[in-house]
């Protein structure tokens, strides 16, 4: 069984009247070349043209891709069987970020009564100077490596901490080992998200639910 379990929030404001922000260079994944990245994403997402692959990984079910776009986000499976998977695009705005490290997709697999161990798969963005992310589910930890301003990780977990996955500890370090951001520690549970962020441009990011009629918001962080 899979249960979905909901990040840190999503962007759903809408961005004011401002100038175009200078592209950034496009996403290089190793191992992946252009025409070969070109092919992943008509295959999973055709008629997508805006979609870039970020990141790249192995999963227990075959190559997962990372794919952003600048108002979109999902992932897509190459499965060990050989068929394309695409996930559910997300709508929302992509330039910016809830703080530090944002959670964009997070999935156990898995339940809690079951013999064998699960699968904690989760996904995100980080700020410009982060090159390492640690996640932390119960007592089983995992180092990913920062590629074009994201991670992703498949976590073996055991049965008993399927059931942990919705508070799972995140650190973002920079090349120096410096922590740039830190989640709350096992002790203190994750608690519904009632902060907002807002972006110079106007965009307004929400946490778990929406923001109150004028709740003052964030500093949202500009990504890539």
């Known amino acids: 069984a899979a249960s979905v379990l909901p990040g840190p929030g999503g962007g759903d404001g809408t961005p004011a009247a401002s100038p175009s922000p200078t592209a950034a260079p496009a996403p290089v994944v190793p191992g992946i070349s252009p025409a070969e990245a070109k092919d992943i994403l008509a295959r999973c997402y055709p008629g997508e043209p ?10 227990p079910w075959g190559t997962r891709y990372l794919v952003y776009g600048p108002d979109s986000s999902g992932d897509c499976l190459h499965a060990t069987e050989g068929d394309y998977r695409p996930g559910v695009l997300d709508q929302g705005p992509t ?12 999935i156990r697999d898995g339940q809690p009564y079951d013999r064998g161990p699960g699968t904690f798969t989760v996904q995100g963005r980080v700020v410009a100077g982060v090159t390492q992310v640690e996640i932390a589910v119960g007592a089983s ?14 976590m073996t977990v055991s049965a008993h901490e399927v059931s942990q996955a919705g508070d799972a500890r995140f650190r973002a370090l920079d090349g120096t080992g410096r922590v740039v951001y830190a989640s709350p520690a096992a002790s203190r549970p994750r608690q519904v998200d009632t902060r907002c962020w807002a972006a110079p441009d106007g965009t307004v990011l929400r946490g778990d639910i929406p923001p109150e009629p004028g709740q003052a918001c964030e500093p949202a962080v500009r990504w890539r």
């Open 95 to 106: 330039r910016w970020l809830r703080g530090p490290l944002t959670v964009d997709r997070a």
């Open 141 to 154: 930890r995992l180092t990913v490596p920062v590629r074009n301003g994201t991670y992703m990780a498949a």
């Open 50 to 59: 805006a979609l870039q692959i970020f990141n790249a990984g192995p999963t």
